[in-house]
């Protein structure tokens, strides 16, 4: 839209005019409904959107693809008249992997039923025959189209998008706001220098297990390594979880500088593996505490331990709720 208008002679100034004019006769009392209705309408919609605006060609971006609730067939339906018909560059972005998966797997229900068997009952008194009911969905119907095949047919070229890992946390640190406290500076200057270690616990492919686990003749058996190596790949690396990990550790961290607390990174490390691992829906609070989860982030995360994590902390993580006279006794508790 601010292409098409600087295209058509309208600069930053007469746009904010045009917009502070449209709140202000919207508010006029004494006017008509419909005249305030039209004054308040964006008016950039009333602007016909073409190929091209100007020398500039457009081009159409549908992101988060797998997201959306619709029928992705029908979706990528929709698309292919933009591109087809109407002659639009488009770009897809979507975890190609998650539409295959919901759009292709189907359940299978099954049932045993118990039958006595009169006629062969000879010595035995409970001589039952058992049979196996499948229920099997029913097959689509003939012409449907599937995702790969709609996909061969729309899709020009797939290119898979491969995240540096190292430019990403860099730049989350690099953009983090703090307070402007001395506090502040020093906690900046602290993440800054935890950035090797946060890149470990962001990124598969660093050789943080390798280099945790040790090789296969230090007592850890290949198994164990196999099954490590597994979980590493499905570590989460959301983003936003690392952010709000960093902004919440902030918190604990003006308590352990407060308490004089030594290797604040151990904590720093555990407290950010603990809080992405909730994120994801990994560390949870069930019947037994968080005995059972916490063994799954020790898994993905071999720096993750349970002496450098406050139960205060994590039940704040965990339920929201921020108890000071817990976190106070647990200090005075480790400090004994």
Known sequence: MEAYCKNKGMDDAAMER??????????????PD?????????????VEIGRMIGDKSVILVFDDLE???????????????????????????????KIQISSETSQIDAEIEFIDNQKNRRDTPDNKQAVIKIKVPPKAESGTITYP???EKIIQRTIKYMPDYPAIVHT??????????????????????????????????????E???????NGVNQSTKNNNAI?????????????CAINDFYRVYKILIENEFPNIDRWFYSFTSYMIAYKAGIAKD???????????????????????????????????????????????????
């Open 18 to 31: 045009a917009q502070k004019g449209k709140e202000f006769v919207a508010k006029l009392d004494f006017l």
């Open 211 to 217: 280099k945790h686990t040790g090789n296969s003749n």
């Open 67 to 97: 997201r959306c609730k619709i029928d992705c067939v029908d979706v990528l339906g929709s698309i292919n008249d933009y591109c087809e018909n109407k002659k639009f560059h488009t770009i897809i972005v979507a975890n190609q992997d």
């Open 231 to 243: 979980l590493c790949h499905e570590r989460p690396h959301n983003i936003r979880s690392l952010k």
């Open 34 to 46: 419909w005249i305030k209705g039209v004054a308040s309408t964006n008016w950039t919609s009333f």
């Open 286 to 336: 069930g019947i037994y505490g968080t005995i059972l989860t916490d063994q799954e982030v020790r898994m993905l995360y071999p720096v993750f331990q349970n002496q450098y994590m406050f139960t205060a902390v994590k039940k704040w993580i965990l339920h929201g709720v921020w108890d000071q006279d817990a976190l106070k006794c647990e200090i005075e508790i480790i400090k004994i």
């Open 149 to 151: 095949e709609i996909k």
């Open 172 to 209: 989350v640190i690099d953009e983090m706001k703090y307070e402007e406290t001395e506090c502040g500076k020093c906690y900046k200057i602290f993440v800054k220098k935890c950035e090797k270690g946060l890149l470990e616990l962001f990124s598969p492919e660093k050789g943080y297990l």
